[in-house]
């Protein structure tokens, strides 16, 4: 399976997210199975809006933090998330 295309397996979750930061609210938009664009509203500097993402990405997928990282585009708007679930 390509690494740009959702991948799930019993323990792991490959996403794609596009990453608006310094928004006025905090908003999940599931554009497909595989894509979503999250607004935050923390500025990209000092890996703010990358912590606020996580955040954000744990409470939506009901995970702890620890279990998501950012497996490209840490200093891109466009990021590949790994998700253990």
Known sequence: MDTKTLQNSRDKMEILVTVVPNSKKIEVIRIDKKNYKIRVDAPPVGGK??????EILSYYFNVSESSISIKRGIKSRKKIININI
Do not use: E, S, T, V
Not at 49 to 54: R, S, T, V
């Open 49 to 54: 809006a990358n912590k606020k993402l996580i």
